[in-house]
């Protein structure tokens, strides 16, 4: 334990035991702090995520019973403590009725961040927004060592102009682009006495804003077993619509689209960051991510 740290987490919280490092990954190390009143958690973030405290922090400062409840942060270290948020949605199963919940609160959440979208930008919060995407997939595919075969690559490639369409399709249609969380799953929803809380902000994008939708559907899929045809995705997408308009559900389709692809351009971030000798386990969750891409370019 770096004796500065303790000292910069005991200055903020009584401490009551030995602080114990939880995660210790290329893009941020996670401590569990026991407190007199429970337990606390330390974040330190690597330069790949240092925009996260800051983050954070402001929005815990105008969104308070959405988010996790900020006792500290140092944004020239990357520093980053939080009050307990209860329970995930994943040690419950991860619920539907949760996103349900869940869903419209995180939607007026991004409504009310639109006018801080270019603070945040200014403030090292990745810049996803439509018009940056063709340019961003260019790269993508350029390439060399992606973890999938040549075939997809070669699917891909062809795709390009397409997605351009797609993007300039979607920035027609007057939705504003703000702040969207791109990692939306069962272990950054908590629940305590029933108040939901998101967490986790470190995947953060200025982008589309439904496309923060495209995790949440992901993870329904693959740990609920949930056919993509089941009604739930229908209720879920208008839950989450509604503060926007119901009018809206062909251009969420289209964001739906557009996201998948948007998401796997957002991992290079993240994947050029590593360390060589962390590429290999990262890139096993990265090719799913491409593929789930390409399936939604043929949608």
Known sequence: MDLAVEEWIGARVNLAGRIETVHDRPWATVMRVPTADGVAWFKACSPVQAFEPRLSAHLFGRWPGRVAEVLGHDEDRAWLLLADAGQPAGA????????????PLYAELQQGETVHAEDHVLHGV??????????????????????????????????????TNRCED??????????????LHMANLY???????????????ISHTFASLVVTFRFLEERNRMSPADPWFGRLRDAYLEPWGPALRDTFALAMQVG????????????????????????????????????????
């Open 92 to 103: 419950l199963g991860n619920p539907p009725r949760a996103w349900m919940n869940a869903l």
């Open 126 to 163: 990745p810049d996803l927004r439509l018009a940056t995407l063709p340019g961003r997939y260019e790269d993508l595919v350029r390439r060399r060592q992606l973890p999938v075969t040549d075939i997809e690559m070669t699917r891909m490639r062809h795709f390009t102009r397409h997605f």
């Open 170 to 183: 979607l920035s027609t249609r007057g939705v504003a682009e703000t702040i969207q969380h791109d990692d």
């Open 191 to 205: 629940t305590h006495r029933g108040r939901l809380r998101i967490l986790d902000w470190g995947d953060t994008s």
């Open 260 to 299: 998948a692809i948007a998401h796997a351009v957002a991992w290079l971030r993240q994947r050029d960051a590593l360390p060589r000798e962390a590429q290999p386990e990262f890139d096993s969750g990265f090719a799913t991510v491409l593929r789930r891409a390409l399936a939604h370019m043929h949608q």
